[in-house]
Structure formats: C-alpha cells, structure tokens
C-alpha cells in the first residue's frame, strides 16, 4: 500500500489518507497499522523502527520512521493529535516560509501548508535526511563487505 510514490498520510477518525504522486486513497485502517504493514514488508514492525531511531539519533518527539530508502516519514504532530500528518521526505520538491507557515511542495507539483514553522521543519527534515544517508551508507558498506 505504501510505496515510494507516497507523498504523505493524513490520519482520518478511523481511517487513513494515502496521497501519492498520482492519486489519493482512503483505507479503513488506522495510520499506524499502514505504516506497520510497510514495515513488515522491510521485515521489522513500526515500534521496532521507532525504538532504534529513538535510541540511535536521540529522536523522542516527533520520531520520522525510516522505511526503506524511497521511504522516510516524518510525523507533524503529536500521534495523539487527531490531526496527524506524516510526510514523505523523499519526495518533497522544496519548501518555503509563506505568512508564518511553511507550505511544502512535492514532486508532483502538490503543495501543502502546514502550521509549523519553517526552521522547526527544517530540524526534522535535516533529522530526515540524516537517517537515510546512515542508512544508505550501511547498505553499501554491507554490500560491498558482505
């Protein structure tokens, strides 16, 4: 369900909005069981990928959950907020400080704005990014040694 195309989920009330490069799909599941099943697809579960970013990067608020390397979300807002995002950075185009909020484009020309400001986005994105080229550097230096 969710794959690199994905530029980001809207937790619903007892739903999920997947909007991806082409289209927008709404689930019956909540948001963290799509994100679960992605996870189970990498062979890990969501609190385990939460654990190990917590502890290794000193993330505990707001933790962005590295799925696989098209894949990295970044959540917005508190997971009790009942209005979550979770932004996938990989396919974001730019970002830019619009009247007090930031409003992000993606590669598909869909732009958002979102109540946070530009340079608290900024640290989690830098956080984003961080990660996946952690990980990305892991992989090569797995494969090349393994």
């Avoid at 999920?16 to 890990?44: F, G, P």
């Avoid at 020309?109 to 640290?123: A, H, L, M, W």
């Amino acid at each position: 369900m969710l794959t690199k195309d994905v530029i980001y989920l809207v937790k619903q009330n007892r739903s999920t909005k997947i909007v991806d490069i082409y289209k927008e799909i709404e689930t019956n599941e909540l948001i963290n069981v799509v994100i679960n099943k992605a996870c189970l697809k990498h062979l890990t579960t969501l609190d385990g990928r939460l654990e190990a970013i917590k502890k290794g990067y000193n993330i505990y608020k707001l933790t962005p959950i590295y799925v696989s390397d098209n894949l990295v979300l970044q959540p917005l807002y508190s997971t009790r907020n009942w209005n979550q995002i979770y932004i996938n950075i990989c396919n974001i185009k730019k970002v830019i400080k619009v009247n007090g909020l930031t409003a992000i484009t993606f590669i598909n020309d869909i732009t958002i704005n979102i109540d946070i400001s530009y340079e608290r986005f900024k640290r989690y994105y830098k956080n984003c990014l961080k990660i996946k080229e952690d990980q990305f550097n892991l992989m090569k230096e797995e494969n090349f040694y393994g």
